[in-house]
């Protein structure tokens, strides 16, 4: 059964970190590339960052631009999403999907783009 499993989210003051990973299971992630988004409550889910096949090349919303690194690790079939500075407005369900068969270095950040989801993540930033 192919599955992806977000962890790492959980409540955080203005101004912390924190590091989502997202583990496959059921497939290898090397053919794939690999996106978060977000969903805050009342809005639509948004595309957060994107990370090629390749791990060549990476996109992010200006939102995010800065304070969010995305990475991959094939040999550990899973890919992470490092947040630094977070804000209150950072506050979301937050899923990582996955496309199969992209080329190398292609990237996107429209959910329609992707073919598997995970189950997300609840970040809270308060103090």
């Known amino acids: 059964q192919l599955q992806l499993v977000e962890s790492g989210g959980g409540l955080v003051q203005p101004g912390g970190s924190l590091r989502l990973s997202c583990a496959a299971s059921?497939?290898?992630?090397?053919?794939?590339?690999i996106g978060w988004f977000r969903q805050a409550p009342g809005k639509e889910r948004e595309g957060v960052s994107c990370?090629?096949?390749?791990?060549?090349?990476?996109t992010y919303a200006d939102s995010v631009k800065g304070r969010f690194t995305i990475s991959r690790d094939n040999a550990e079939n899973t890919a992470y999403l490092q947040m630094n500075s977070l804000k209150p407005e950072d506050t979301a369900v937050y899923y990582c999907?996955?496309?199969?068969?992209?080329?190398?270095?292609?990237?996107?950040?429209?959910?329609?783009?992707?073919?598997?989801w995970g189950q997300g993540t609840q970040v809270t930033v308060s103090s």
């Open positions: 999907a996955a496309r199969f068969g992209p080329l190398e270095h292609e990237l996107g950040l429209t959910e329609n783009w992707y073919h598997y």
């Open positions: 059921g497939f290898t992630l090397d053919y794939y590339a």
């Open positions: 990370i090629s096949r390749s791990g060549g090349t990476t």
